[in-house]
């Protein structure tokens, strides 16, 4: 097992992307980053105890690609969404960028093929999902999207609606929906 796998506790055999550092408080922070450009990278917290702030300075910010390290540096927070299970983070990056060619793979054709089938082997073994389960999680968003707009609907004719007490509307519209819904769900 590599340093790298032992140090974030990956399998042999595993690849991925991850991103660490320190926060100035000193707290290690790990993400999964979702964009990554030279000067921006855009990353998911799930730790909930991890407090960013913007304009905070991440000290010890890595980037690793495929095991590959290809940042190192810092970073300096400029966006913050809290979505209560993660944070989504955008940090601005200084110029720390390792000697990388990322243009290595296109000037060498034969790295170009190796480095796909390793991609799709990887892609592959992380959507080994059973077909039932992916049909059924199909139907699931498609009800939950069909009653949204239904609920839209309904939420539409009661704000429409000439009552003067629209909030008794609302409750008793509840009242009618739940016991028919929440089964449903």
């Known amino acids: 097992m590599t340093r790298e796998n032992k140090l974030f506790g990956r399998t042999s055999g595993e690849r991925d992307s991850v991103i660490v550092g320190r926060t100035s408080q000193g707290y290690e922070i790990r993400a999964t980053p979702l964009r990554i450009t030279r000067h921006v990278v855009a990353f998911e917290v799930y730790n909930p105890y991890s407090i960013l702030q913007l304009s905070e300075v991440l000290l010890e910010f890595k980037i690793i690609v495929n095991d590959r390290l290809i940042y ?3 970073a300096t927070v400029s966006s913050l969404v809290n979505t209560g299970i993660v944070v989504v983070c955008e940090a601005t990056l200084d110029e720390a960028w390792l000697d990388v060619d990322l243009f290595a793979l296109v000037t ?15 892609w592959e073994r992380i959507h ?6 992916k049909v059924v999680l199909a139907d699931m968003q498609n009800y939950f999207v069909d009653l949204r707009r239904w609920l839209e609907q309904v939420e539409l004719g009661v704000r429409s609606s000439p009552s003067r007490d629209r909030s008794q509307l609302e409750r008793d519209v509840l009242q009618e929906l739940v016991p028919s819904v929440l089964p449903s769900i």
Do not use: M, N, W
Request: overall charge positive; hydrophobic content about 30%.
């Open 72 to 74: 190192s540096g810092r």
């Open 108 to 122: 060498q054709p034969k790295k170009l093929r190796a480095d796909y089938v390793d991609f799709f082997k990887e």
């Open 128 to 133: 080994t999902i059973l077909p039932e389960y």
